[in-house]
């Protein structure tokens, strides 16, 4: 079975941009996650889409967005990119949404690389 | 608030054995999870631990306390190999997984 892809794998790009990202889960899985990875902050969690409906959002500002494909196919967008915006931005794939009392296991993507100057 | 720590930085001897300490106060707990990520690479799953006690694979062992919201990955018989950066992360059912900032572990020779 295919893993997380993730593409592009590395991408810059100039502050005021806009960007999107893609990620294929692994075949079967429905829910899609996607955290942001800096060396300060560690891994956060930006959004979790689960049968194209965002179910749960992270505490970041309204630049950042996403959504969902009938085939489970995920894409992330930033707008009006800033520096502090460089990170690696990592999917994550699993077969069933946690429900309270329950929890799953996350498969993740290679993630992008995003620099932004 | 979630709150998730862990020691930032460790060294361990190749041959020897190490534990990674974490420490959570969550909004819920659905489970506790350990992955290793190397440099450049995906965080790959370790174990879960959802119950208290010890749980063990391999060379790999997980444990944790849920009335002291606390858990530790026990590594044995270390290989130059297992240096990466090991995550802990709760779920707790608000949000999939809540990261602590990972700990980056030495192994030297």
């Known amino acids: 079975k295919a893993g997380v892809t993730q593409t592009p794998r590395y991408l810059i790009k100039t502050r005021g941009q806009q960007v999107t990202l893609s990620c294929s889960p692994i075949s079967g899985h429905r829910s899609v996650s996607w955290y942001q990875q800096t060396p300060g902050q560690g891994l956060q969690f930006l959004f979790e889409y689960f049968s194209e409906t965002q179910r749960n959002k992270g505490n970041f500002p309204g630049r950042f967005s996403g959504r969902q494909f009938s085939n489970s196919r995920s894409e992330m967008n930033v707008s009006t990119l800033e520096l502090g915006d460089s990170a690696l931005y990592l999917c994550?794939?699993?077969?069933?949404?946690?429900?309270?009392?329950?929890?799953?296991?996350?498969?993740f993507g290679p993630g992008t690389r995003l620099t932004v100057t | 608030g979630q709150n998730i720590d862990q020691p930032t930085e460790m060294t361990a001897t190749e041959g020897a054995i190490v534990q990674i300490n974490c420490t959570y106060q969550?909004?819920?707990?659905?489970?506790l999870f350990w992955y290793q990520q190397h440099a450049g690479e995906a965080p790959t799953f370790l174990s879960y631990?959802?119950?208290?006690g010890l749980e063990e694979k391999g060379r790999f062992s997980s444990f944790l306390s849920r009335s002291k919201g606390y858990s530790y990955l026990l590594l044995k018989e270390l290989q130059m190999k297992d240096s990466a950066s090991y995550l802990c992360a709760v779920s707790t059912g608000n949000t999939p997984l809540v990261f602590g900032k990972g700990t980056r572990l030495s192994v030297i020779a």
């Open positions: 969550t909004s819920g707990f659905n489970g």
């Open positions: 631990n959802v119950l208290d």
């Open positions: 994550a794939s699993s077969p069933r949404r946690g429900l309270a009392g329950s929890s799953y296991e996350q498969y």
